[in-house]
């Protein structure tokens, strides 16, 4: 039962409005999607906190957090699925996006030698941009609509397993 497992640990609405600092926030912020769990709003969720962890940026919660209310889905599972691109992750999930643009653009991908520093980054980021940020869009796209896809039909299917129970327990009744 995921969904009691993740309404167990998130806020209700009271719990929320105690919240102080969000007060500044205003009242859209108390918007009931972006803090419920519904088929829509855990769906676009993942959409949104897949598709923000594969865009380089810096602030990719907060960027997480602003798309979740743009399109009023679960504000929690955007803003924590982010964190699959984390310091151990992102660099071979960038890599991978390096990857796959170079390869939609048709760029050779010899040995990389990384080096942490800003000189490398200076001279080899000329090079490697392009693909990088291409592979970036194409992977957050396709992760984003995977996991949007993923629980929503992990979701009805779930709903279709409860009412089958539902109705062989009520059929089991009525027999007896």
């Known amino acids: 039962m995921p969904k009691k497992a993740l309404k167990s640990i998130m806020p209700s609405a009271a719990r929320i ?10 009242e859209w912020i108390y918007e009931p999607n972006l803090w419920h769990l519904n088929r829509y709003s ?13 865009i380089p940026i810096p602030g990719q919660m907060p960027v997480a957090a602003l798309i979740a209310m743009l399109v009023r889905c679960n504000l929690p599972l955007s803003v924590c699925l982010v964190w ?18 170079a390869l939609l653009i048709d ?29 970036c869009l194409v992977c957050a796209l396709f992760f984003g609509s995977l996991g949007y ?3 929503s039909l992990l979701w009805r299917w779930r709903v279709s397993v409860q ?8 059929a089991a009744r009525q027999k007896s």
């Open 17 to 26: 409005r105690e919240i102080k600092s969000l007060h500044s926030l205003g």
């Open 107 to 135: 760029v050779p991908v010899g040995k990389m030698e990384f080096e942490l520093s800003f000189d490398w980054l200076g001279s080899q980021l000329a090079d490697i941009w392009q693909p990088f940020l291409l592979g």
């Open 84 to 101: 699959i691109t984390n310091p151990v992750t992102m660099p071979p999930l960038f890599f991978m996006a390096y990857q796959v643009g």
């Open 163 to 170: 009412w089958n129970a539902r109705k062989r327990r009520r």
């Open 149 to 151: 896809f993923v629980i």
């Open 42 to 54: 855990a769906s676009m969720a993942f959409f949104v906190g897949l598709f923000v962890a594969f």
